[in-house]
């Protein structure tokens, strides 16, 4: 699930700390809780109430991924340190390390959502909290030759009181599943700017959903070429225009609502995940497709 090679290609062509936020009212927006990145960590909160829960990522960062927070949450007998440990290997490049790792991920903890901001666009996921202890985390700190281990975890302890309050009303709905044709997205061809996206996981596996900006006249087939060329060690000019905002991967019958400031234009909707059944990216089996921002 490398993307540092892609971002140099395509640019070529804290500590956790209280973050206040209102309850919501019987029939408002679910309440908002900000959570700040730059190059040095980001500032979360340290506990919140229980129910419908939207979470806006801001950056500063100057990496050219801007800050990728993810929300888990480790099941029973699962530790921040093994987690950890499996969070750093299934960024190899070798599926032999990637591929046990991913499926021990998926073993030790649900991924419950998260949203890739850049610096002026932030980006909000929405999820339903429940009481218990959750991790916040920014995935580009595990993507690198020496991962970071537990202690980049930031624990979010959800109490058992309850807030008020809804997800935003999604304008489309993206949805992940495996097909007797592969791997799919199963997105409209044409989205609204602004409207928030209901992101539905029907996969067996982890899976992410990202939009990129693509070069005029892209097609299809250019984005299943450039991923069959990383697919095999081949990392060519991609047809991408830009970075990436989405969401990274979400657990197996995971859900949540997405509101990116997407910009008019036309996007590939891509994953870099890897197919937890044999090692090959998701994108190289077809897992990808053309979305146009209006």
């Known amino acids: 699930m490398r993307r540092r090679k892609f971002l140099g290609l395509a640019a070529a062509a804290a500590l956790s700390v209280p973050v206040a936020a209102a309850p919501a ?26 129910g419908p829960t939207s979470f806006r990522v801001s950056t500063t960062a100057t990496g050219e991924s801007g800050s990728i927070i993810g929300l888990v949450r480790l099941r029973p ?11 750093g290997q299934v960024f190899a490049d070798d599926p032999e390390v990637a591929v046990p790792a991913g499926r021990a ?7 419950v959502g998260g949203a890739q901001a850049q610096p002026g666009r932030p980006t909000t996921f929405t999820t ?57 997205f199963h997105a409209p061809s044409r989205i609204r700017a602004g409207a928030p996206l209901l992101l539905s996981n029907r996969m067996e596996q982890v899976n992410e959903a990202l939009f990129v900006p693509v070069r005029p006249g892209t097609t299809r087939a250019d984005v299943q070429k ?4 990383v697919q095999n060690g081949e990392w060519s000019e991609p ?21 990116a400031p997407l910009k008019p234009g036309r996007y ?7 197919d937890l059944s044999d090692g090959g990216r998701l994108a190289a089996k077809g897992m990808h497709t053309l979305i ?3």
Do not use: N, Q
């Open 226 to 229: 450039f991923f069959e060329g």
């Open 292 to 294: 146009t921002v209006t």
């Open 25 to 50: 009212e019987a029939g408002s927006a679910a309440p908002v809780i900000d959570v700040k990145a730059d190059d040095e960590g980001f500032t979360a909160p340290a506990s919140f109430t229980s």
């Open 77 to 87: 007998g699962a530790t921040p340190e093994r987690f950890a440990t499996h969070l």
């Open 105 to 111: 991920l998926m073993a030790e903890a649900e991924l």
């Open 268 to 274: 590939a909707l891509i994953t870099w995940v890897v």
């Open 128 to 184: 339903t909290l429940r009481p218990g202890t959750y991790y916040l985390l920014d995935y580009m700190d595990f993507e690198t030759g020496t991962p970071a281990g537990a202690e980049a975890l930031r624990a979010l302890t959800v109490k058992r009181e309850r807030h008020r309050g809804r997800a935003p009303r999604p304008g489309a709905v993206v949805g992940m599943s495996r097909t007797a044709s592969g791997p799919r």
């Open 239 to 259: 047809p991408f225009a830009g970075a990436s905002l989405g969401a990274p991967p979400l657990s197996p019958r995971r859900s949540l609502v997405l509101a």
